[in-house]
């Protein structure tokens, strides 16, 4: 073995690990996405140790000079990894002292790489809550932008799939700014709970030397410490969290995603979707395929996966570090990048949707979705409601069998059912009267739904 090889703990084993278990255990191949943050927490944790006097202000200026060109190394592509070194820590560390001598060899002073990683994965992830908030915003932004110009858009608002009541299809949309903005407080909750410091828990108990591990927390901008050793080094319950934030924000695009496929289908054909988002059949000249929807909704199945494999990974490990930890990093990464690249395909797709008002319409006024609204008419009139629905139902039976719309019919066959009714009703059984009846925080009304876009883009700060 060249010195090249030896591992950093290798000096208590007889041979050297076999090439297989070697492969096996390592995982610099994914964990080296952390470098910047692993230097980040060398750096706070090797000044934490000059100003407690555990190492000298030269090592202090090595560990700085050398961890800077560590840096530079790896954004410019330079740095040599070595699976022989088994993971991000140690290629470092080993690099550090390469360049810098014995002042590399003190950084680990008073640490393990228990605490070196819960430390590394928690900036890792938040920064990712940060940049995923500013990616909602901007598809909220997107939604809201779409909704402005549908106020008055109507189209059938469906229960079971089946037609239901007339909505507004800007009132439609706004229910998905409604699930990201809570999407959105979850991560940032979230955030609180992963802002917390776990070095100095060292590798289980605490470490012997005279650390300040709330000066450390102060330098990397933690809130506090995670205030038990033993917690900080193993649990990675704030990891779980942010997967199943995660997981909520990929199954509310998934419905939106669904949404998007039906009524780009020619059965609906509400809407259409820009052509650079969909692709064609290599057999079949004729289609325009929504991809895109259609494998953010595929792609929400891998996030859920992602959560069931951490609470599988997390249930069985007895206190504290176990190496079963390690394999949370490549759900936890691909989780940030399935959310990264959804959300901001997102974005621009849905100011690439083409709405046809006329085939909302026409679907509106096809399914008596008025129903509720002669209903309401007859209560209002004094009939008690449960007789109401039975008078309209039976007047739907009626148009069913001609085949017309409630307000198609004549005032004397609709009096047929109530005598209660009377000319004004055709006020009633129009989509914008029925629309605008719902008049209420919440209702569909275009006046609401423009107090809702307003009361939105308050928040946005658009
Ligand atoms: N690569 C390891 C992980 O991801 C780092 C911590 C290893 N600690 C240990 N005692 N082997 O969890």
Redesign the pocket.
Known sequence: MTMQDKQAWSGRFNEPVAELVKRYTA?VEF?RRLALFDIQGSLAHAQMLTSCNIISAQDLKDIQRGLAQIENEIISGDFEWSLDL??V?LNIEKRLTALVGDAGKRLHTGR???DQ?ATDVRLYLRHAIDELHGLIRALQSAIVDLATHHMHTIMPGFTHLQVAQPVSFAHHLMAYFEMLKRDAERFADCRKRVNRLPLGAAALAGTSYPIKREYVAELLNFDGVCENSLDAVSDRDFAIEFIAAGALVMTHLSRLSEELILWMSPRFGFIDIADRFCTGSSIMPQKKNPDVPELVRGKTGRVSGHLVALLTLMKGQPLA?N?D??ED?EPLFDTVDTLTQTLRIYADMMGGITVKPEAMRNAALQGYATATDLADYLVKKGLPFRDAHEAVALAVRFAVERNCDLSELKLEELQQFSALIEQDIYGVLTLEGSLAARNHTGGTAPQQVEAAIARARKYLGM
């Open positions: 995982s964990d088994e993971d820590h393990s790489r228990n990683v570090y190496k930890n390690q990093k």
